[in-house]
């Protein structure tokens, strides 16, 4: 399972223009959860609700077909989280030979204390 990364942009200690060929702020990881980096750390909380078979967009259908909306990500709130230590990510900024970029936030009780590229 792929989850995000949601990278502040604002932060990222690069040029304006490789800033707007980032362009989308979503980077994907192994971990379980989503998480949202900025000047604090959030991680992505929610329930995955099983919906009854009668209510699903096409009920006694049978086979996989069925299954379509059987689950749903209901009573989602970002946790504020109180991380210390150091979160490193990456991106890809160019066109047709895209540069790797490496960067490394440091955290101390939830609060950004420096983020440089590496």
């Not at 709130?77 to 979160?87: K, N, P, T, V």
Request: glycine fraction near 8%; charged fraction near 30%; charge should be negative.
């Amino acid at each position: 399972m792929n989850s995000k990364v949601i990278i502040d942009l604002e932060n990222l200690p690069i040029e304006e223009e490789d800033r707007k060929k980032i362009g989308i702020n979503i980077f994907f990881t192994e971990s379980e959860s989503d998480i949202k980096l900025g000047e604090r750390v959030f991680i992505k909380r929610s329930e995955i609700v099983e919906i009854p078979e009668e209510e699903r967009p096409y009920p006694g259908s049978g086979g996989l077909r069925s299954l379509v909306g059987s689950l749903v990500e209901k009573n989602i709130y970002w946790e504020d989280l109180d991380y210390s230590g150091s979160i490193i990510f990456s991106s890809k900024i160019g066109g047709k030979k895209p540069e790797l970029f490496q960067f490394e936030a440091i955290y101390k009780l939830g609060n950004l204390q420096s983020i440089w590229r590496i």
